[in-house]
């Protein structure tokens, strides 16, 4: 794709927009007013390849960064209630999947908020749900699990070891005890050590570390010593995600550091600066430590075992997705649905606790339709913003169409602004450095007028 000379310089976009892991999003997801059967919306889809979710909402602190769907603590045999009602809906969603066709699980995660802050015997139960319930065979397909450094214990680990996890991903986000302090995530440094030591001894073959650039007071030199804190343990994987400030999280709640829109303007201006500057010192020093970059976030190192990958690399813009608990989502190639969605602590337990009062689970009560431009958007979306880019054949096999003829304007903006990789193979339609570094700026702009619309009427709880 060319721009001719003269052709006026695109507006300033800022670069950290919003992070596209799923499309839609789900502030676009409202009430289903006809409450479609499972049953229904499963019959003629594909299930010999599903991909499985077991949200699990508990964490022992919340980060003053999340947004995710997710409660401080679990009063009162909560945990026990709600796995309860998680095998009640494994048992209805099962049933809905009917066995006229052959059912396979082909990957496998458990999410959360913090899957382990669930006891070594509440995690076996979590995997005899997934087993004996769903039918996923934990020990032949990959096994993604998050955790935490206070809860990765050795029981833990070692039952999610026995189970056939192949990757755990610890959210660190620092190695600097005043940053982990500055992002609302007080920990100390020698108990993180402590915990990925653990990990390594229980011999989980994918590492996954998360770390955050752009915390207050973070500079090029922490930035670093983070990273190589990361690095001296091998690991297989490495996250590096902006920092964002969202509404209703802890980090809103503190307030702007300045007040006035001129001051706030220059204030964002420095971040994002800082922002951008973090994430290029941070991929550059991967790079040259043999970690190859497959998207915007995610490293990985050349020598680690390919079959182990997490499951949001898992061909996610076309397989089926079946998600249990109330903060999962599940997608059929028609619907993406979920339960009702929230950020605010109050709102959140309300959730949770009607989650576990609930006995009919063969319903869809909460999601967004899919129709064949969504399905596009998603598809160019979630491949665009892969490093390996878009093999265009892929995408004419699926749709009929070329990318370029469906997403003229979008792709022809991307390119005035030299985000696509003009260098690319033929056929093949790739980011280039700074259109990687500026994905999240990139994707929402992909966002179809109906879901943008749907996200900027959804009302925050
Ligand atoms: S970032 Fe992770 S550990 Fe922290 S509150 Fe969110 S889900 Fe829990």
């Known amino acids: 794709m060319t721009v001719t000379a003269g052709t006026p310089a695109p507006p300033a976009v800022r670069p ?6 799923a499309y839609p999003h789900k502030t676009a997801y409202r009430p289903l007013e006809d409450r479609p059967s499972l ?3 499963w019959a003629a889809e594909p ?6 979710y ?3 909402p508990f964490c022992e602190v919340r980060c003053g960064f999340c947004n995710l769907f997710t409660r401080i603590g679990a009063p009162e045999e909560l945990t026990t209630r709600y796995l309860d009602a998680l095998e009640r809906q494994a048992d209805s969603v099962r049933d809905a999947l009917g066995d006229e066709q052959p059912v396979r699980f082909a990957a496998a995660a458990f999410g959360g908020g913090t899957p382990t802050f669930l006891t070594a015997g509440e995690l076996e139960r979590l995997c005899d749900t997934a087993e004996k319930r769903m039918g996923a065979d934990l020990g032949a397909v990959p096994l993604s699990v998050e955790t935490s450094p206070a809860t990765a214990t050795a029981d833990r680990l070692a039952v999610l070891a026995d189970r056939g996890t192949t990757r755990i991903s610890i959210g660190v986000q620092s ?3 005043e940053e982990a302090r500055a992002a609302v995530r007080p920990q100390r440094r020698a108990d993180v050590e402590a915990a990925l030591g653990r990990i390594r001894d229980a011999r989980i ?6 770390l955050i650039y752009g915390i207050d007071g973070q500079t090029e030199r922490s930035w670093l010593a983070s990273l190589d804190a990361a690095l001296a343990w091998r690991p297989e994987e490495l ?7 969202r509404p209703l999280t802890g980090l809103h709640r503190l307030g702007p550091a300045v007040t006035g829109p001129e001051a706030r303007a220059l204030e964002d201006a420095a971040w994002d600066e800082q922002r951008l500057r973090l994430y290029a010192v941070g991929r550059d020093h991967l790079l040259s430590h043999g970690y190859e970059q497959v998207s915007m976030r995610m490293f990985r190192r050349a020598d680690a075992p390919r079959e182990q990958e997490g499951p949001e690399d898992y061909a996610c813009q076309t397989d089926g997705m079946i998600g249990l608990g109330c903060g999962a989502r599940s997608y059929t190639s028609a619907l993406h649905y979920s339960f009702d969605y929230a950020v605010e602590m109050r709102e959140i337990r309300s959730i949770i606790d009607r989650f576990t009062a609930t006995e009919d689970f063969s319903r869809a009560e909460v999601g967004r339709y899919v129709d064949a431009d969504e399905a596009r958007r998603r598809h160019l979306l979630q491949s665009l913003l892969q490093a390996a880019g878009l093999p265009v054949a892929d995408y004419r096999a699926r749709f009929g169409t070329d990318p370029g003829a469906d997403f003229p304007a979008e792709l022809a903006g991307f390119a005035a602004r030299g985000w696509l990789d003009a260098s690319a193979p033929d056929g093949l339609l790739r980011l280039s450095p700074s259109g990687l570094a500026h994905s999240d700026a990139l994707g929402p702009a992909l966002f179809s007028p109906g879901v943008r619309a749907a996200m900027a009427a959804y009302e925050r709880k």
């Open 239 to 245: 996250y590096l995600y902006p920092l964002y400030v």
């Open 39 to 41: 049953r229904a919306l």
């Open 54 to 56: 077991l949200h699990i």
């Open 205 to 210: 073959p994918v590492l996954n570390i998360d």
């Open 175 to 177: 190695f600097v005890d």
């Open 47 to 52: 299930k010999d390849a599903l991909s499985l």
């Open 16 to 21: 950290y927009e919003s992070y596209v892991y």
